[in-house]
Every structure is written in C-alpha cells, then in structure tokens.
T-cell receptor, first 115, second 114 residues
Framework: AQSVTQLGSHVSVSEGALVLLRCNYS??????LFWYVQYPNQGLQLLLK??????LVKGINGFEAEFKKSETSFHLTKPSAHMSDAAEYFC?????????????FGKGTKLSVIP | GAGVSQTPSNKVTEKGKYVELRCDPI?????LYWYRQSLGQGPEFLIY????????DSGLPNDRFFAVRPEGSVSTLKIQRTERGDSAVYLC????????????FGQGTRLTVV
C-alpha cells in the first residue's frame, strides 16, 4: 500500500523567492512519484515524475524535485516564484510494476505568491 | 478533442436520484481512470479500465457506483440512489497505456447532492 503526506496545506512565498513544497511518501514497493498542479477550474496537469534513473527530476515551468529514498521524500522546488505559479499542488505515488496505474494523492498544498 | 472531456461540468441532483457522468478520453488512449476529489482532499482512485474491461474497480465505495466503457473509448460513471456524501468533484483521466505513463486529467464534474 502507498500513502502520501504533504506538509503544509497552504504555503505563501514572495515573488522571486524560493518555492519549497514538501512531500513524504510511504510505499511497500519501489515507488513511482509525481507532482501535479491544479489551476482554478482546470484539470490536474503533470509537472514532473520520477520512475527510475536520475533522482533529480526536472519538470515544466522551472520546477524540479529530488527523490531521496533514505528520507522517503520527493520535495518540489523552484528557485524563483512567479505570480503564475499560484495554484494547488498535489504529490502522488504509485507502485512500480503491475500496480503502477493507481495514483495515491496527498491532500494538496495551495501555493500563494505575494507580489 | 485535444484533451479529456467530461460532461456535465456541474450536476445538481436530489438525494435518492440516479446520475450519469460522462468521460471522453484522448483519442487512442487505452487506459482510463476515474477519481473522486472531496473538498479539501486529494483525488481518490475509483476504477481503472484497460480497453473495455475494468481492470481494477477496488476503489468504488459501494455497489451504488458502477462504471462502463463498452467500446473502449467513452466511459460513463453511474451512481444510483445518490446520497449527500457523494457530493464531490469526479475526475476522469486517460493515458496511452496503463502503468507509469502520464495520466491526462479532465476538468472534472462537480456533483452536488441536495
């Protein structure tokens, strides 16, 4: 079974500041890890994913995340926040292999960007 | 269309009524998923189709919920005897194949049971 914990339901940063959204996971098998973004009245959009290989994953819009197995973490970062980054962000995990189709999501973190 | 399309975008129904929610996946995607997102929560898995068959329906909460995908494209989620607790946003997603590939989500259907 898999689970995801996102620390902080709401994060506020100033425009130009570092964005750090935290995600810890639990999985009984090697995980696949995802970050999705949801803008108001829109569907979930994939930002980035980790399946195998390089543990530092780069995604769209300047976001990246690092898979740290020892810490069971997959935190999302962006060096400089932009107003357009204001949205809700969801971390998700799936099992690798046969169960990889089923995503288990965290509760989400709403990011506000202050001008 | 270019993306996953869900209709209606909003549905208000009375407690006890039957509802159908429709999902048009991206053309050519064999895998289709339904998720439910309650207020303040992340999406929760309901069911996964590979082609016409439900490969995993373990997330359906009870036997009032049923989903079909008769021709391996459009899917319908059916809810009988709706209850106020069924109120949520129902999300559909599709992917070229199941497992590890990117799932593309629709905008969802917001269901309100009054």
């Amino acid at each position: 079974a898999q689970s995801v914990t996102q620390l902080g339901s709401h994060v506020s940063v100033s425009e130009g500041a570092l964005v750090l959204l935290r995600c810890n996971y639990s999985s009984s098998v090697p995980p696949y890890l995802f970050w999705y973004v949801q803008y108001p009245n829109q569907g979930l959009q994939l930002l980035l994913k980790y399946t195998t290989g390089a543990t530092l994953v780069k995604g769209i819009n300047g976001f990246e995340a690092e898979f740290k197995k020892s810490e069971t973490s997959f935190h999302l970062t962006k060096p400089s926040a932009h107003m357009s980054d204001a949205a809700e962000y969801f971390c998700a995990v799936s099992a690798s292999g046969a169960g990889s189709y089923q995503l288990t999501f965290g509760k989400g973190t709403k990011l506000s960007v202050i001008p | 269309g270019a993306g996953v399309s869900q209709t209606p975008s909003n549905k208000v129904t009375e407690k006890g009524k039957y509802v159908e929610l429709r999902c048009d996946p991206i053309s050519g995607h064999t895998a289709l998923y339904w998720y439910r997102q309650s207020l303040g929560q992340g999406p929760e898995f309901l069911i996964y189709f590979q082609g016409t068959g439900a490969a995993d329906d373990s997330g359906l909460p009870n036997d009032r919920f049923f989903a079909v995908r008769p021709e391996g494209s459009v899917s319908t989620l059916k809810i009988q005897r709706t209850e106020r607790g069924d109120s949520a946003v129902y999300l559909c997603a599709s992917s070229p194949q199941g497992g590890g590939t990117e799932a593309f989500f629709g905008q969802g259907t917001r269901l309100t049971v009054v």
